[in-house]
């Protein structure tokens, strides 16, 4: 089992660019989680999907921020633009959607904006 | 709104001692309580998961406990190592149908010293 792969590790750009990160959950997995890390407000949820289906974005702070889940093996994380205040380590997780089953988390991406 | 608080933010004890980590949720109307731990530069691994019907999982050394009308969740570390250091997180999870959503705690960072 590969666990849930996410690209870059790291990521440096500049204000006012396009960031995209990428996420491959686990074969088998039907929900999927995007979440967001930094020292100031903890571990936050952004968005999850089930089935591919976005079910719940209210933690997404911004229009700036969208996600997609094109298909089960494969899920996108933009934000257009960017600002030095979104940097942070974003985390992809994924989960079988049965009720009693732990979230598996990649090992984030860490991103700098200047 | 559910609220997660652990306390303390951090602990260091000698390698050897056994001890005990807290976590403590506002609402008590949850779906489960799971506990992670978080390497440095890594994502979160899960530790233990309790359902909201259970009151306590062992695995290994670990053992965590769940009091829902209190709102208290405990994690015990048996004859603590230096590998035990790191970031321990709790999650709950609330009970609404449907929602895999997970509020997350600050996190406990524990160090073993030698």
């Known amino acids: 089992d590969a666990g849930v792969i996410q690209s870059p590790r790291h990521e440096v750009t500049e204000m006012g660019q396009e960031v995209t990160l990428r996420c491959k959950p686990i074969?088998?997995?039907?929900?999927l989680f995007w979440y967001r890390q930094t020292m100031m407000r903890g571990l936050e949820l952004l968005i999850y999907?089930?089935?591919?289906?976005?079910?719940?974005d209210s933690g997404m702070p911004e229009d700036r921020f969208s996600a997609k889940m094109p298909n089960a093996s494969f899920s996108t994380l933009k934000i257009q633009p960017s600002e030095p205040r979104d940097s942070a380590v974003y985390f992809c997780?994924?989960?079988?959607?049965?009720?009693?089953?732990?979230?598996?988390f990649g090992d984030g991406t860490r991103l700098s904006i200047l | 709104k559910q609220e997660v608080t652990q306390i303390p933010a951090a602990l260091s004890v000698p390698e050897g001692e056994n001890l005990v980590l807290n976590c403590s949720f506002t609402?008590?109307?949850?779906?489960?309580l799971q506990w992670f731990r978080q390497d440095p530069g890594k994502g979160l691994t899960s530790l233990l998961l309790?359902?909201?019907?259970?009151r306590e999982q062992t695995s290994g050394r670990l053992n965590a406990s769940l009091d829902k009308s209190s709102g208290r969740s405990t994690l015990y570390i048996a004859a603590s190592q230096p590998g035990d250091s790191a970031t321990y997180l709790c999650?709950?999870?609330?009970?609404?149908?449907?929602?895999?959503?997970?509020?997350f705690g600050t996190g406990t960072r524990l160090t073993i010293i030698p």
């Open positions: 997780a994924s989960s079988p959607r049965q009720g009693n089953q732990p979230q598996h």
């Open positions: 074969s088998g997995h039907n929900s």
């Open positions: 999907f089930n089935n591919n289906v976005p079910i719940d």
């Open positions: 609402d008590s109307a949850i779906y489960n």
């Open positions: 309790i359902q909201s019907s259970q």
């Open positions: 999650a709950v999870k609330i009970s609404n149908f449907g929602n895999e959503k997970l509020t």
